[in-house]
């Protein structure tokens, strides 16, 4: 790292951090277990205050994963899909969405589910199945 870069770092509180941008200690070193929960085809829950670093932890725990070449790691927030008064359907829907376009940008070509725009999937389930199907490794979403 040159000495530049480290007059460019700055302490981020307001989202996610790259450690190349921001002062930050390594997330995966914080919860060491979920590896272990993953491993074993667990679910596991985040559940901490705001700012305290879990979507940093989560996108660090995907790349990881990833690089490792064990799993497909995607990471996707829900958001869309929770506002009161969503029907099923379109819940199902932009969670479909949500999960299509964060793999454009997370994950290899020959890793994206398929693009749901060409082929209407009724329900999540649907669409998660016919993805791990197609796949050569497990997929931790």
Partial sequence: MTNLNKMNKIFNTAGLCFPQDHYMIDPLT???DVEKLIAQKHYFTLHAPRQTGKT???YALARKLNMQGNYIALVVSFEEAGYEGISISKANEAIIDCIYQMSLEQLP???HPQN????KFRNLKN???DWAQK????IVL
Avoid at 116 to 119: A, F, G, L, N, T
Avoid at 135 to 138: D, F, K, Q, S, T
């Fill in 30 to 32: 914080r919860l060491t």
């Fill in 56 to 58: 940093t932890y989560l």
């Fill in 109 to 111: 070509k020959n890793f």
């Fill in 116 to 119: 749901p725009q060409k082929i």
């Fill in 127 to 129: 669409y998660l199945k």
């Fill in 135 to 138: 796949m050569p490794l497990p």
